[in-house]
């Protein structure tokens, strides 16, 4: 049974098709790197003293990170 994501509009394909499960590790391979380099880049601006040391804007931008890595990559977006 599939249905949308609501915050991108995207469509959720069932888990165990092994075509998706093949689809998601080589997609992920590809693009996981840039959405870990977001989130490495925001640590090394909290270490620099950049940014403020909140665990609220931890907890924000790993949200949008994540939203934006599910929007972008859709039914091959990593699963936690």
Not at 48 to 73: F, G, M, N, Q, Y
Request: hydrophobic share 40%; charged share 20%; glycine share 10%.
């Amino acid at each position: 049974m599939t249905g949308t994501h609501r915050a991108c509009g995207t469509f959720a394909v069932p888990d165990g098709d092994m075509l998706l499960e093949a689809g998601r590790a080589t997609i992920g391979a590809w693009t996981a790197p840039n959405f870990d380099a977001l989130r490495a880049g925001y640590g090394t601006l909290v270490s620099l003293h950049i940014l403020p040391r909140s665990i609220l804007a931890s907890r924000d931008v790993e949200r949008t990170v994540d939203a934006l890595e599910r929007c972008t990559l859709g039914p091959f977006a990593r699963r936690v």
